[in-house]
């Protein structure tokens, strides 16, 4: 049982560049989000996923895409990266059922832009 | 509108004495949890404790409680007798509705530092 698993852990971009981070999880759980962190705040909601085949901005939704592919995968696309951009991205799946619903985090994935 | 304030950027408290974080929140939804997350040096997000909107009491997990003031709408980490382990950053977060809620946002964090 691996939880949230996360790929890759680090990538360097330049400005212009595009990529897919991963994100997969084994628990069953029918919701799932990404989150940035940038140095010394707090994490921020880009986009998040209900149940499987439905997404939904967050916070922060601007210059990104994303895709729910099936229950376990839920990947991020950025596809004109910038500076702006470069921060560490936390993937999180939790439980689409009553009570406590915690989510549960991957290691994140270190992105910096130049 | 759901937001979540954490006013405190950093907190000092001597090992093994107790130490209170602040959280305060806003939303219109009646329905609602709160959570509190704890991140280490090393990265990783540990959820720590929950609290829901409708629970009568305030939620307790092993050293951890939340004191929960529903009407001034903060939800208060409490941490008894610190050890050196919990120096970490301590975010709370908040998501709105019930079984049909899941955008659940985050406060900037609160850096703890527990002295020998």
């Known amino acids: 049982n691996a939880g949230v698993t996360q790929t890759p852990k680090f990538q360097v971009l330049k400005t212009g560049q595009s990529m897919t981070l991963q994100c997969a999880q084994d628990m069953n759980h029918n919701s799932m989000y990404w989150y940035r962190q940038d140095p010394g705040m707090g994490l921020r909601l880009i986009y998040y996923?209900?149940?499987?085949?439905?997404?939904d901005k967050g916070e922060v939704p601007n210059g990104y895409n994303v895709s729910r592919l099936n229950k376990r995968e839920f990947s991020l696309r950025l596809e004109s990266a910038a500076p702006s951009q470069t921060s560490v991205y936390f993937c999180?799946?939790?439980?689409?059922?009553?009570?406590?619903?915690?989510?549960?985090f991957g290691p994140g994935t270190r992105l910096t832009v130049t | 509108a759901q937001k979540i304030t954490q006013t405190q950027p950093g907190m000092f408290v001597q090992e093994k004495e107790a130490v209170t974080l602040d959280c305060t929140y806003d939303t219109s939804d009646p329905s609602y949890g709160l959570f509190w997350y704890k991140q280490p040096s090393s990265g990783e997000m540990i959820f720590l404790i929950y609290?829901?909107?409708?629970?009568?009491q305030n939620a307790t997990e092993g050293r951890y409680s939340l004191n929960f003031q529903k009407a001034r709408k903060s939800a208060n980490l409490v941490i008894s007798a610190s050890q050196l382990g919990d120096s970490a950053m301590y975010f709370c977060?908040?998501?709105?509705?019930?079984?049909?809620?899941?955008?659940?946002?985050f406060g900037a964090g609160t850096r703890l530092f527990v002295k020998a």
């Open positions: 999180a799946s939790s439980e689409a059922r009553t009570g406590v619903r915690e989510q549960y």
């Open positions: 609290q829901g909107s409708y629970d009568q």
């Open positions: 996923s209900a149940s499987e085949g439905t997404t």
């Open positions: 977060a908040m998501r709105e509705g019930g079984t049909g809620g899941f955008k659940t946002i």
